[in-house]
């Protein structure tokens, strides 16, 4: 009797054990189910940029945490490069995988870590494998370079033929600043927003240092018309270095005239004179 006793406990030992077991992130995302929970461990990748929402990542792969509108109910905040261990249950929002927001544990076991390497991929590369992982997309450009950056808006980039968006959340310090207009690598991490949980796969940058211009020379501010008659306006727009200025304009898309400063600055002015009234100019 005493020995039947005693199997028993160690069986319920051991099937503790093996409930609490350690995962690595990717035993996470593909052997859990919703509602399930899972312990992992790994490095911080973002902070408040991205809102209450922190992405975790080890050598295996990526994952969002999310503890519900803040992290007010723990100890401290994590932040990029806090090496941190959590307990909590699988969930997801809109196609994207997290853990949370029942969370069970958030041990800070470490700070000051480096970031995981970012991966190198393509648009078309951004897909559920690499969901929850620092990325970076060289040789990136935008359609609405030169624009301000508005908060909760998603803009469209290219690469080697191939095209992909970000998303800015209004927590996110690019809002209010300006679009890099020129060429680019593109970092961030690779998240997702899918009503029905397919596709719907973009980057999230999380501030400037996301944006490296492989450029010598890149757009500051919109450009603006000011100035504006019957026959003339002028067109203004600040760099981030110093160079000369030049406007391509005409009546149509193709343009065919050019006017030029060769004065050097990072504030430019060029004037278009004898035009018409009442038409439409194209400039670049």
């Known amino acids: 009797m005493k020995l039947f006793s005693c199997t028993l406990a160690f069986i ?23 509602g399930e929970t899972v312990t992992v461990t790994g490095i911080i990748t973002s902070g408040a940029d991205l809102g209450s929402v922190r992405y975790i990542q080890d050598e295996s792969a990526g994952i969002a945490l999310y503890p519900g509108n803040d992290w007010t109910d723990w100890s401290a905040e994590p932040n990029p490069g806090d090496e941190v261990t959590v307990t909590g249950e ?100 690779v998240s997702q927003f899918s009503f029905d949980g397919f596709g719907g796969y973009q980057l999230l940058p999380r501030g400037t ?8 020379i890149c757009l500051s501010s919109e450009v603006e018309q000011i100035n504006i008659s019957q026959s003339s ?36 002015l060029i004037s278009l004179s004898g035009l018409s009234p009442g038409t439409l100019y194209y400039a670049r």
């Open 12 to 34: 319920a030992i051991l099937s503790s054990t093996v409930l609490n077991a350690q995962s690595d992130i990717l035993d996470a995302r593909t052997n859990y189910a919703i």
């Open 90 to 189: 699988i969930s997801e929002y809109n196609g994207l995988l997290e853990i949370g927001p029942n969370l069970t544990q958030v041990d800070i076991l470490s700070s000051g870590n480096p970031l995981p390497d970012a991966l190198v991929v393509t648009p078309n590369q951004l897909n559920e494998s690499l969901e929850g992982q620092l990325v970076v997309i060289e040789g990136t450009t935008f359609d609405a370079g030169g624009q301000i950056i508005e908060a909760n808006t998603t803009y469209t980039f290219i690469s080697s033929g191939e095209d992909g968006i970000i998303y800015v959340r209004s927590s996110n310090s690019l809002v209010g600043t300006v679009l890099n207009g020129c060429e680019m690598n593109l970092m961030g991490i």
């Open 209 to 216: 240092a996301d944006m490296v211009s492989t450029s010598g």
């Open 233 to 268: 306006f002028d067109l203004t727009w600040y760099t981030d270095v110093v160079g000369d200025s030049e406007v391509e304009w005409g009546i149509t898309p193709e343009l065919g005239n050019t006017t030029s400063d060769l004065f050097l600055s990072t504030d430019h």
